[in-house]
């Protein structure tokens, strides 16, 4: 069932991330350092990374949308549960 799911696996989602890591790593130094503007500049690096992302993902290389079906996995592990409930009401 997991190779179903990607989990932000994408170009998109890793890239929004690694911009916002750097941001936050730069932002922790400067601010050890106390230089305030570049902490600042930092911060703004942070909220780059989800715009990005975001962008990526609009141009594709985000995650695709499948449509929800059921499978016949799902419908055999909801049998057991509805011949339980017969069994408790009788």
Known sequence: MAAHYDHGHTP???TGSIISFVGFCAGGAFMVAAQPVPFWG???V???GPLVGGIMKMMGLGRK???YAH???VRTEEQPQEQ???HAGA
Do not use: F, T
């Open 46 to 48: 942070i909220l780059l």
């Open 42 to 44: 930092s911060m703004g």
């Open 84 to 86: 339980a409930a017969a």
């Open 65 to 67: 949308v499948e449509p």
């Open 12 to 14: 998109a989602a890793w």
């Open 71 to 73: 499978s016949e996995a």
